[in-house]
């Protein structure tokens, strides 16, 4: 992964603190802001390892078929469950692979040796290959655990109840504009592809590279519309307004959107001359609907 420059880190550090409305926020609470700001707010305070909680940022997002939930399902408790039942799995796991590596070990030298004292002679000149095998072994069960532990996590009811319970809460903080204002710009046209996709068009991402101004496509057939995604922090001028008109026309599109986290100036609303170019802020793109969304692509 690509380390962040100086500038990009200062930022993303002045954006948890406006997340949390402190200055002195720590390494973890700067980590679960990082990772997932929704996961941050609801578990806040509640104590989560760091492995489980980007466990859930990942499984959360993709959560098909809900499980019932109980009618007196604890949070706090159902989190310190899941901890306790992983650390339990995770000991036993450990027992047996070392368990396996020091039978098999033996069983070895036994098999190489004719007598009492040649095994322990052998153990004794085995000492060098043995401590290979034991930092090897060591390497590969400690670099599999997370996998495994994972797996296992994911099999039990108490984190199915959890993730059941946060799926709602996830999709109410979807619908609000603190969720669109911590999305890098990556994830920012990632989600405006999910949310078009959600309302019945064969929306795509132009995969964040080679553009050409385009970020998301909507093709019907040999139509297209086409979208440009801008998590800006201040307004869109004219400028840009002017360059997407541009835009529609090279692309053969039969009208676009331009997306902003933060709206438009006076001067862009006034840019808007074509006849089928479309400025929404991100709360106006939340309120969309499929009726809204058909009578301005047209089809």
Same mark, same amino acid.
């Given at each position: 992964?690509?380390?962040?420059?100086?500038? &990009?880190?200062?930022?993303?550090?002045?954006?948890?603190?406006?997340? /949390?409305?402190?200055?002195?926020?720590?390494?973890?609470?700067?980590?679960?802001?990082?990772?997932?700001?929704?996961?941050?707010?609801? $578990? /806040?305070?509640?104590?989560?390892?760091?492995?489980?909680?980007?466990?859930?940022?990942?499984?959360?997002?993709?959560?098909?078929?809900? =499980?019932?939930?109980?009618?007196? *399902?604890?949070?706090?408790?159902?989190?310190? &469950?899941?901890?306790?039942?992983?650390?339990?799995?995770?000991?036993? /796991? /450990?027992?047996?692979?070392?368990?396996?590596?020091?039978?098999? &070990?033996?069983? !070895?030298?036994?098999?190489? %040796?004719?007598?009492?004292?040649?095994?322990?002679?052998?153990?004794?000149?085995? &000492?060098?290959?043995?401590? =290979?095998?034991?930092?090897?072994?060591t390497? %590969?069960?400690?670099?599999?655990? %997370?996998?495994?532990?994972?797996?296992y996590?994911?099999?039990?009811?108490?984190y199915?109840?959890?993730?059941?319970?946060?799926?709602? @809460?996830?999709?109410? !903080?979807?619908?609000? *504009?603190?969720?669109?204002?911590?999305?890098?710009?990556?994830?920012?046209?990632?989600?405006?592809t999910?949310?078009?996709?959600?309302?019945?068009?064969?929306? $795509?991402? %132009?995969?964040?590279?080679?553009?050409?101004?385009?970020?998301?496509?909507?093709?019907?057939?040999?139509?297209?519309?086409?979208?440009?995604?801008?998590?800006?922090?201040?307004?869109?001028?004219?400028?840009?307004?002017?360059?997407?008109?541009?835009?529609?026309?090279?692309?053969?599109a039969?009208?676009?959107?331009? @997306?902003?986290?933060?709206?438009?100036?006076?001067?862009a609303?006034?840019?808007?001359?074509?006849?089928?170019?479309?400025?929404?802020?991100?709360?106006?793109?939340?309120? $969309?609907?499929?009726?809204?969304?058909?009578?301005?692509?047209?089809?």
């Amino acid at each position: 992964m690509k380390r962040p420059s100086l500038k &990009t880190l200062q930022r993303q550090v002045s954006q948890a603190q406006d997340f /949390y409305g402190k200055n002195d926020i720590s390494k973890d609470d700067f980590f679960r802001w990082f990772i997932s700001p929704f996961l941050a707010k609801t $578990l /806040y305070e509640v104590n989560c390892k760091d492995e489980l909680f980007s466990k859930i940022s990942e499984d959360l997002p993709n959560l098909k078929s809900p =499980v019932s939930l109980e009618s007196n *399902f604890q949070l706090g408790k159902a989190l310190e &469950t899941i901890s306790i039942k992983a650390k339990t799995f995770l000991k036993k /796991y /450990y027992f047996f692979s070392y368990g396996l590596i020091i039978l098999a &070990t033996f069983l !070895y030298i036994i098999n190489q %040796t004719s007598d009492h004292i040649n095994f322990w002679g052998a153990l004794v000149n085995s &000492t060098g290959i043995l401590w =290979v095998i034991f930092i090897a072994s060591t390497i %590969t069960i400690s670099s599999m655990s %997370t996998t495994i532990s994972n797996t296992y996590i994911s099999r039990l009811s108490e984190y199915k109840s959890l993730l059941n319970f946060l799926r709602p @809460l996830y999709e109410n !903080y979807k619908s609000q *504009f603190e969720f669109w204002k911590n999305l890098t710009w990556q994830d920012f046209e990632r989600e405006t592809t999910k949310r078009l996709c959600e309302l019945g068009y064969d929306a $795509l991402n %132009t995969k964040l590279s080679g553009d050409e101004g385009v970020d998301v496509v909507i093709r019907n057939n040999n139509k297209k519309f086409i979208i440009q995604c801008k998590a800006m922090k201040s307004k869109i001028g004219p400028a840009f307004v002017r360059d997407f008109v541009g835009t529609i026309g090279i692309q053969g599109a039969t009208g676009g959107m331009i @997306l902003s986290l933060n709206g438009f100036s006076f001067g862009a609303m006034e840019a808007t001359n074509y006849s089928n170019l479309h400025l929404l802020s991100v709360n106006e793109f939340i309120l $969309l609907d499929r009726r809204e969304l058909s009578k301005m692509i047209g089809w």
